[in-house]
């Protein structure tokens, strides 16, 4: 019998367990429905603010020596509204829809903007690395996250995931406040605050110079804190950070999380790199006699 | 160790050429960049003021390349003022080429849009009868009409020029030019790459009549690697899918032609 790539994380319940990370390729219905051909479980869109953010200049992305990618985008987006919009023809795609703000009300006004729309999820984005007063600033305030959490839990019936990453609040702390708020599930985890310098000009390579690191770097950091999460709390979990194959993929599901995302790998194989992965577990649970994700959840734990 | 494309090549700007009162080129050193296809583009860095996708531009000596820029944002602006001397990063190639038909080719260019026509035109072969069309609003902003005539100097050829005023060549829009053309002559390939109007005129004119015909487009680019998605049109991405599409696959795309995203991702008409 062929192994079943279903997965739940929470009540979140998808035909495939690998995702598109927020912040990759997010702008167009066109792009997440070849997305999903491809073979994207879900796709997380671009973190959307209430008001359309065009972003950084130019350089907005750096391949570091070695692999992964540095980049400050910073948060270019379209905006809620005019999101809302677009997807609101949807019906078969699984969207996660990714917010950005400030305060519980920015939360709260856009969820309304998607009421007309499918949506699967919405992921609270509590750690992006390099726009200021949001992502990473807004995590590492637990009362700003509890109200947050709180306010967006009584907005909706949709699942909501937080989405934490490496700032000064230790994010087992961050985590903890998110599920006393009632999160439904953690994604886990964001880019990591970095940057790069060109040795012949001299200068900070990105336009903002600060920028998130992604990629393979940052696997090993992203799998010992999804562990780490799974051991200590009770909540479905998202693997994110530096998965590149499905032996990555397999990594973190042992590690602890229900389903994966992945960006910078688009960028080393192309949208591809979906179908190869799910392939790759799918071989992977028939030699291993696995029928359901579920049975490879927190495996790695028992030892 | 063969180079990392993604990794940023410092390169000094050699020579600066003026082609019109508003165009430049800039010729350095890069091997890689000497022998890349054409359509292909690179990310070019001006340190402390941008990063933009540009066409890569011929050089007449080995080992060099150029880009050729219109003064015309403070980005591209940056890029124009780089003088003799200054360094400049770059990353690429990236993108895909043109498929070069043999026989009858028809290449038409807008602006810097000439750029990959120029490559273009070194991978054609002496057999082949190639017509150029070069777009321009007025006689100060033609160029490359000479250099089209020296690279074609083997080939039977004409290089037709038409300004948008009449003051040089023929007077109109060249996508007039194009129908003309198309109407008489039943061409094996045709190219284009320019303004987004032009190069959906050019296609409709030649798709219409079951003609090949190839676009190589151009869209807000912040990657260059197909992450930020910000080159989308329909579902295809400008950087990793393109730059350059068959008129068949556009002439089904909702967006070419007709919209373009600004900075922030949100649809705007052409």
């Known amino acids: 019998m062929e192994p079943n790539l279903a997965t739940s994380i929470g009540p979140i319940s998808l035909d495939r367990p690998v995702m598109l990370a927020s912040g990759i390729l997010g702008i167009s219905l066109d792009v997440f429905n070849r997305l999903y051909r491809s073979g994207a479980g879900a796709v997380v869109t671009k973190s959307l603010s209430t008001e359309p953010w065009e972003g950084y200049p130019n350089p907005t992305i750096f391949s570091v020596k070695g692999g992964g990618w540095i ?28 917010l950005v703000g400030s305060i519980p009300e920015d939360f709260e006004k856009m969820i309304k903007q998607f009421e007309n729309c499918k949506v699967t999820a919405y ?85 903002n110079k600060f920028g998130g690191l992604s990629g393979t770097p940052i696997k090993p950091i992203a799998l010992r804190c999804v562990y780490e999460i799974s051991s200590k709390y009770d909540i479905p979990i998202i693997g994110c950070g530096g998965i590149s194959d499905w032996e990555d993929a397999v990594e973190f599901f042992l590690a602890g999380a229900s389903a994966v995302q992945l960006g910078s790998a688009i960028g080393d194989n192309w949208i591809d790199v979906f179908n190869e992965i799910n392939t790759g577990i799918s071989q992977y649970m028939k030699k291993k006699n696995y029928s359901k994700i579920e049975e490879m959840v927190g495996l790695a734990k028992k030892s | 160790m063969q180079r990392n494309h993604n990794h940023t090549t410092i390169v000094t700007v050699e020579k600066v050429i003026d082609e019109t009162p508003t165009v430049r080129t800039l010729v350095f050193s890069d091997e890689v960049m000497s022998n890349v296809l054409p359509g292909q583009f690179a ?31 403070p980005s591209s602006t ?119 109007i032009m190069m959906y005129k050019t296609v409709q004119s030649a798709h219409s009549r079951g003609t090949f015909v190839q676009a190589s487009l151009e869209r807000m680019m912040k990657c260059g690697v197909g992450i930020c998605g910000s080159c989308c049109v329909g579902e295809d991405l400008v950087c990793k899918d393109g730059t350059v599409f068959d008129g068949q696959h556009l002439s089904q795309n909702k967006e070419f032609g007709k919209f373009h995203r600004n900075k922030a991702g949100i649809l705007e008409n052409y």
Not at chain 1, 158 to 184: C, F, Q, R, W
Request: proline content about 5%.
């Open chain 2, 43 to 73: 990310m070019v860095w001006i340190p402390g003021i941008n990063e933009l996708p540009m066409s890569v531009m011929i050089s007449d000596e080995s080992g060099k390349a150029a880009f050729t820029v219109r003064k015309h944002g």
């Open chain 1, 123 to 207: 992921e609270l984005n509590l750690s992006c690395p390099h726009v200021a007063k949001v992502g990473l600033e807004v995590g590492d305030d637990p009362e700003l996250v509890k109200k947050i959490v709180r306010t967006v839990k009584n907005s909706t019936n949709v699942p909501v995931i937080a989405k934490v990453g490496l700032g000064t609040t230790h994010y087992l702390n961050t985590v903890g406040t998110a599920i006393e708020s009632g999160i439904d599930a953690i994604t886990a985890i964001n880019t990591v605050r970095s940057m790069a310098i060109d040795v012949q000009t001299q200068r900070p390579i990105l336009s």
């Open chain 1, 71 to 98: 980049n400050a985008v910073g948060l270019s987006n379209p905006g809620a509204e005019y999101f809302a919009k677009m997807i609101e023809p949807n019906k078969d795609v699984p969207i996660i829809v990714s």
């Open chain 2, 78 to 196: 940056g890029l124009f003022n780089v003088k003799v001397g200054e360094q400049i990063g770059i990353r690429g190639p990236y993108g895909n080429s043109f498929d070069l038909k043999e026989g009858k080719l028809l290449l038409v260019g807008g602006g810097t849009g000439l750029v990959p026509m120029m490559r273009l035109l070194t991978h054609v072969k002496p057999t082949d009868d190639v017509t150029v069309l070069i777009g321009a609003k007025s006689k100060d902003e033609v160029f490359f009409e000479d250099l089209a005539n020296k690279l074609l100097a083997n080939n039977a050829h004409k290089v037709i020029v038409s300004t948008d005023d009449g003051s040089y060549g023929e007077k109109g829009f060249v996508t007039d030019l194009v129908e003309r053309h198309v109407e008489q002559t039943k061409f094996d390939g045709v190219y284009v790459c320019g303004p987004e």
